[in-house]
């Protein structure tokens, strides 16, 4: 079983930063792309960045510049450095994950719970 947990939400007010931790663990044979997504009240889920196991990275218009993903791949634990936050950043932020469990040959797609952002103006 592979589980992902999140960390490092909270309140903060506009212009402040945060930094999100995600950490992977059970049964992993191999970690490959990890992302985080958000999702505001209302609004549908959206990709917010993504990291490559070789750490090639991909941004969302909307927090180029402003967020930075990054990854320990020896602890199966993916980042995200949130600075200049903005009070539209608000939203519950989930870890993705596509892992090659052990016994498999074949990657899932796993989410973690979630963790809720809130940046006031």
């Known amino acids: 079983q592979v589980q992902l947990v999140e960390s490092g939400g909270g309140l903060v007010q506009a212009g402040g930063s945060l930094r999100l931790s995600c950490a992977a663990s059970g049964s992993i044979f191999r970690t490959i792309d990890m992302g985080w997504y958000r999702q505001a009240p209302g609004m549908q889920r959206e990709l917010v960045t993504s990291?490559?196991?070789?750490?090639?990275?991909n941004y969302a218009d909307s927090v180029k510049g402003r967020f930075t993903i990054s990854r320990d791949n020896a602890k199966n634990t993916v980042y995200l450095h949130m600075n200049s936050l903005e009070p539209e950043d608000t939203a519950v932020y989930y870890c993705n994950a596509h892992i090659i469990p052990r016994a498999s040959i074949t990657p899932s797609n796993y989410w973690g719970e979630g963790t809720l952002v809130t940046v006031s103006s």
């Open positions: 990291i490559t196991r070789d750490g090639s990275t």
